[in-house]
C-alpha cells in the first residue's frame, strides 16, 4: 500500500563531496524507482541542535514522496549504512500536506522572548522558595536545633545515656561526650 512520506536527510558536512553527492544520488534514485519524488528542498548547511559524532553543522535535505513498505525498508537499510548520512527521519503525512518551508521562510523563532521570562521565573521561584522561619511550628531549624552532647547527663544515670525524657540520639547524629572523651584519651595512650 503506497503513502505519502517525508524524509529527512542531516549529510555530513565533513565528508569527501562525492560522498555527500552520492548519499544524495542513491537517496533520490531509491525514492524515484521505488515510488514517486513528490517535492525536495535543499535546506542547505545548518548548525544542529546537538552535535552528531562531535559534528554541530549537517546538510539538511527534505524529501516528500510517495512509495510502500519495501521502499521504506530499502531506505532504511541502505541509509543506516551510509557513513556520509549523519541522521534521517521517515515520517508519514497526510495526503495533501504541503512541505514545511525552508528555515530561511519560516517566521523567526521566540527563543529570544523566552529568554527574559525565564530569568523571571528563575527569580520568581527563589522569591517563593521557603525561608528557614517558615518551617512547621513543631519543627526547629536544624541550626537552632539543641545538641544533647552539650547537655550534662544526671548523676543517677548510667555513663552514656541520654538525659531522662530525651530519646538517644540516631547513630549519624553527635557522638554523646563519654565517647569524645574516650576517643580523644584513646590516641594519647598509644603514644
Not at 20 to 34: D, N, Q
Request: aromatic content about 4%.
Amino acid at each position: 500500500m503506497a503513502g505519502l512520506y517525508d524524509l529527512m536527510l542531516l549529510i555530513d558536512p565533513n565528508a569527501p563531496e562525492e560522498r555527500r553527492t552520492s548519499a544524495v544520488s542513491e537517496a533520490e534514485s531509491l525514492l524515484s524507482s521505488g515510488g514517486e519524488i513528490v517535492a525536495s528542498q535543499d535546506w542547505g548547511q545548518k548548525r544542529m541542535a546537538y552535535e552528531i559524532d562531535h559534528r554541530p553543522e549537517a546538510e539538511y535535505r527534505l524529501y516528500q514522496f510517495n512509495g510502500d513498505n519495501d521502499l521504506l525498508d530499502r531506505l532504511n537499510q541502505r541509509l543506516r549504512i551510509n557513513d556520509a548520512v549523519l541522521r534521517f527521519r521517515i515520517i508519514k503525512a497526510k495526503p495533501g500536506q504541503p512541505l514545511p518551508p525552508p528555515p530561511e521562510q519560516q517566521s523567526p523563532r521566540r527563543r529570544d522572548d523566552r529568554e527574559p521570562q525565564d530569568t523571571r521565573v528563575a527569580a520568581r521561584a527563589a522569591a517563593d522558595a521557603p525561608a528557614p522561619s517558615d518551617a512547621p511550628e513543631g519543627e526547629a531549624p536544624a541550626e537552632a536545633a539543641p545538641a544533647t552532647a552539650d547537655v550534662a547527663a544526671p548523676e543517677d544515670a548510667p555513663d552514656g545515656a541520654p538525659p531522662a525524657g530525651e530519646l538517644p540520639l540516631a547513630e549519624d547524629g553527635p557522638v554523646p561526650e563519654a565517647d569524645d572523651a574516650a576517643a580523644a584519651d584513646a590516641p594519647a595512650d598509644e603514644q
